[in-house]
């Protein structure tokens, strides 16, 4: 098959991100895991969509996945190390029009909206996913969005619309954007707890949040819209797909690595850090949004962008 070929530059290329990888891990401090002492989210996390967007598919998986094995030193780790690497993977796919096997073509984004599938599918067949059915919110949006735009993701994608315009930040709807985010995080602390409204609207405002702060970033100018926003969605559905991915081996290894008595009960945890997921996975998203239209425009424009769509 073509995309077993590789070229001199996709190594370099994959070396690169790979080596990337390992400085963040090891420099830079993540999130950390609420009721998981010690264990934290790296924002290699953030990076890996962007691999995927560069890359493609296939390349991406590898370099994210090299990235993040190198330095497992548990089982948990070493699971988790396919969860950038099924980032990258999900993220070239959607922006992707067709890619081969054998005598067949399938559209990237038929098979992105089935990893997500099979994905949402796990976590409802675990004992945690059946307590705690509204969980997966955020991947189930990924999906809806997947179906609803289908291959016009990639068709943005490819476009060289983002190359055109220069950028033109919002600093008002980012300020707002950060207001009601912290706002967000306020809410649920226990010196509230008087008011029995209030933390339910926690997580609706971590939304708004999220939504000012992004259309203050990309919400400028008019042409680059549509590639800027496949790169992220298809950064978000990557980012959602290694989130689910970290959930599955933690709740496969319970009583393993992590025995049930050092933990709360484990739906109940899930639900709580709901809020804290959803802002982790949207700063990450923006991340991989900002740094990766950047880094497309730049290749696109030296001429180093190869990947074929």
């Not at 994905?119 to 067949?125: E, M, P």
């Not at 819209?225 to 559905?237: D, I, K, P, R, T």
């Not at 992590?258 to 809020?275: A, G, I």
């Not at 804290?276 to 923006?286: D, G, N």
């Amino acid at each position: 098959m073509k995309w077993f070929k590789l070229s001199a530059r996709d190594v370099a290329f994959v070396a690169v991100f790979a080596a990337l990888s390992v400085v963040v891990i090891k420099v830079i401090p993540g999130f950390p895991i609420f009721g998981l002492s010690g264990s934290q989210i790296k924002f290699d996390a953030a990076l890996a969509p962007i691999y995927g967007l560069i890359l493609g598919p296939y390349l991406g998986f590898l370099a994210a996945f090299i990235g993040g094995i190198v330095l497992a030193n548990s089982w948990f780790s070493v699971l988790t190390s396919f969860s950038p690497a099924v980032s990258a993977l999900v993220a070239g796919l959607l922006t992707q029009r067709n890619y081969s096997s054998s005598s067949r073509s399938f559209p990237g984004w038929a098979t992105t909206a089935i990893i997500l599938g099979l994905l949402i599918l796990g976590w409802y067949a675990t004992w945690v996913g059946q307590q705690a059915l509204l969980y997966p919110i955020l991947h189930i949006s990924a999906l809806l969005a997947v179906l609803v735009l289908r291959g016009r993701i990639a068709t943005n994608f490819k476009s060289d619309e983002g190359t055109r315009k220069g950028w033109n930040l919002k600093p008002n709807y980012i300020l707002m954007g950060i207001v009601v985010m912290v706002l967000a995080y306020i809410l649920p602390k226990p010196y509230l707890s008087g008011i029995e409204a209030l933390p339910y609207l926690s997580l609706p405002l971590y939304f708004l949040g999220g939504i000012l702060i992004l259309h203050g970033i990309f919400g400028g100018e008019e042409g680059k819209g549509n590639f800027v926003a496949a790169v992220c969605l298809a950064s978000y559905c990557g980012i959602i797909a290694d989130h689910m991915i970290g959930n599955l081996a933690f709740i496969s290894l319970i009583d393993i690595v992590f025995p049930l008595e050092d933990l709360p009960h484990v739906p109940t945890l899930f639900m709580t850090v709901l809020p804290i997921s959803v802002a982790e996975r949207l700063v990450f998203t923006a991340i991989a949004t900002v740094f990766g239209v950047g880094l497309i425009i730049a290749l696109r424009r030296s001429g180093l962008f190869h990947r074929k769509l």
